[in-house]
């Protein structure tokens, strides 16, 4: 797949050569999906935890006799039904991780740096220079076309850039390294350095 590469200014400088492997790969949804379901279930606290009968405050102590009272049979003020008694099914704390085989994070990744390639809102920079403002950032990205929503990929040896993309108000920046499904698919724009695409190209296309 052969895709124009342009500067910060937003002129064709030339053209790469994207491997179809990586950038040309088939769009699998419940790919995306299964990748996207499995990043959110890493970043759930899972610190969520209620009282159990035994755990709350009082006496277990019968209330009143079984019988004899007209009133309704109780066992014990902890019961869930009274105020302040325990929780019966309330939640725990818990990890919310699981595993996804290596070769379906590959496999979603290629599929979401595809699907961005085929609605050509994939941008492949040169170079990112910038002075470390966030206003030159901003204008650069407004120049090459990009989204208010941009997933900008680049070295974090670029200390300017990382600098100036920290305050944008939705676009973000990521090391190659980093790049994941969520992040891409979350953002309407992917803008890619030369030097990320090759690094990014060589990962996905290692041994599974």
Known sequence: ??????????KGV???????????AEVHEHLLWEAVKWQLAKRRAGTASTKRIGEVRGS???????????QARQGSRQAPHWVGGGSVFGPKPRSYEYQLP???KKAALRAALSLRASEQKLVVLDAFGTDGKTKSVATALA???????????DAKSNELLVRGAKNLAKSQWLAPEGINVYDILRHETLVLTKDAADLVTKALKGKE
């Open 14 to 24: 030339g053209s790469i050569d994207l491997d179809d492997a990586v950038f040309g």
């Open 102 to 104: 290596r070769k379906t």
């Open 60 to 70: 277990a102590k019968k209330v009143w006799k079984q019988k004899g009272t007209g």
């Open 1 to 10: 797949m052969k895709i124009e590469v342009k500067n910060t200014s937003g």
């Open 143 to 153: 120049a090459i076309g990009a989204s208010k929503k941009t997933l900008i990929v």
